[in-house]
């Protein structure tokens, strides 16, 4: 899978944890929920705080680097910062297929932004680079998300993932077969552990 990040993102510190997976997708899998989500999330809700997440350095460094691409990360707030507000203010987490449902362990596990992205509705090579002035594309949950000056995956066809909101032309189904899942890294010390990642899987 040929995947490069934009040398102006490297220099950023900014980096891709990336791993191609084939496997059955399901709608809903217990031991998914049993073994790794709920415990997870009655810990965070339990010893976690709003104040924990502001100062957390993997989300300094995150909207750090928004910050200088020229996001607004209050805004356009990362998946993982969001997803981490949810748990703590208690809301719980929306059950949708294995495959996001493990999605959404690896942010809160790692505390980064994570994306799955079915490989039958994208092509290589992907970049990851920035959204340019003016473009957007179809957000997941019927929404159009500005992605101008936003880290962005892309393929032949355009952009189609970021670290805030994916495009609905990857997303991830119950049809899914083969499928990229990515770690949005922003700090050499905030690395994903990818031998836990496919332990997982």
């Known amino acids: 899978m040929k995947i490069t990040v934009d040398p102006k993102l490297k220099q950023l510190g900014i980096s891709l944890a990336c ?19 709920n415990p997870l999330i ?31 990360p209050a805004r356009f707030r990362p998946s993982s910062d969001s997803l981490w507000r949810r748990v703590v203010q208690q809301k719980g987490l929306y059950q949708i297929n294995d495959l996001v449902d493990l999605n959404n362990y690896f942010s809160l596990n790692w505390k980064l932004p994570f994306g799955s992205y079915d490989l039958s509705k994208v092509d290589e090579p992907i970049q990851l680079t920035v959204g340019k002035a003016g473009e957007r594309y179809s957000g997941i949950g019927n929404k159009s998300v500005n992605i ?32 990229l899942i990515v770690g949005y890294q922003f700090a050499a010390d905030t690395g994903v552990d990818q031998a836990t990642v496919k332990k997982v899987l």
């Open 42 to 72: 009655e810990k965070i809700e339990v010893e976690d705080t709003l104040e924990m997440i502001k100062d957390d350095p993997r989300i300094v460094a995150t909207k750090k680097a928004y910050r200088t691409l020229g996001k607004d």
């Open 19 to 37: 791993t191609v997976i084939e496997f059955t997708n399901q709608d809903y899998q217990a031991a998914i929920w049993q073994e790794l989500l």
């Open 148 to 179: 101008e000056n936003l880290l962005v995956l892309e393929d032949s066809a355009g952009p189609f993932g970021s670290p805030t909101s994916d495009a609905t032309r990857g997303m991830i189904g119950e049809e899914t077969t083969r499928a």
